[in-house]
């Protein structure tokens, strides 16, 4: 078993919906939660960052971390053309390394 | 955060050859680190890039096959040595600056994608 594992996609939804991006873990180390989002041609670019259990919110972005069933989710409210992009999971135990999921290609059609 | 640049963006390379990446930050990082992309594949962490002394390396990447160097907190280079098709990929550069509200966050460049023929 991969120490994390995403949804390849591809994943197509019309603009304005509600996307739910996902990603389970094996390692109950993890404490570092991260989601990057990574535009064609471009390196990643940091989107979210969760410490431990719950939820943050900024703008349409929200990011959910559930540690005792190993899961983290990233919803993409009022879906937008824009948001078109591979988004990729992230996370880390006490040290700097991540460990990432493959990423989830992302296509919102207008 | 922390603005990077890679150079070359992209190349083409024979096999047996050998290219330097080099990675440039605006500002002084406590942490730099070189990453590999596959295509389909996970990014890899090759190796941390260590100011003014050996980087140090993930399993699986070996020195001899991937020499970086770090000669000081705004700068490093990654070299991909007797290159195979198989080193075709997209190579990042990532760096950790100061923390904020304690923690640290990882930020990466814009990539240098590597085809060998």
């Known amino acids: 078993q991969k120490e994390v594992e995403q949804d390849p996609g591809p994943l197509s939804v019309p603009e304005g919906a509600i996307v739910s991006l996902n990603c389970t873990y094996s390692?109950?180390?993890?404490?570092?939660f991260m989601w990057y989002r990574q535009y064609s041609r471009k390196g990643p670019e940091l989107l979210m960052y969760?410490?431990?259990?719950g939820n943050k919110e900024d703008g349409r972005f929200t990011a959910q971390v559930d540690k005792s069933s190993k899961y983290i989710s990233l919803f993409i409210r009022d879906s937008q053309p824009s948001d078109s992009a591979t988004y990729l999971c992230?996370?880390?135990?006490?040290?700097?390394?991540?460990?990432f999921g493959k990423g989830t290609k992302l296509s919102v059609i207008p | 955060s922390a603005v990077i640049s890679q150079k070359p963006s992209r190349d083409i390379c024979q096999r047996g050859t050998s290219l330097t990446i080099q990675c440039q930050v605006d500002?002084?990082?406590?942490?730099m680190f070189w990453y590999r992309q596959q295509p389909g594949q996970s990014l890899t962490l090759i190796a941390t890039?260590?100011?003014?002394?050996?980087?140090?390396?993930e399993s699986g990447f070996v020195i001899d096959k991937f020499p970086i160097s770090r000669p000081n907190l705004t700068f490093s280079t990654l070299t991909v040595s007797n290159m195979s098709p198989e080193d075709s990929s997209i190579y990042l550069c990532?760096?950790?600056?100061?923390?904020?509200?304690?923690?640290?966050?990882?930020?990466f460049g814009p990539g240098t994608r590597l085809t060998v023929t």
């Open positions: 890039a260590n100011q003014g002394s050996e980087a140090t390396y």
């Open positions: 500002s002084q990082v406590t942490m």
């Open positions: 990532s760096v950790t600056g100061q923390p904020q509200r304690g923690i640290y966050e990882q930020y």
């Open positions: 390692n109950s180390a993890f404490q570092y």
């Open positions: 992230a996370m880390r135990a006490g040290s700097y390394q991540l460990t």
């Open positions: 969760t410490y431990s259990s």
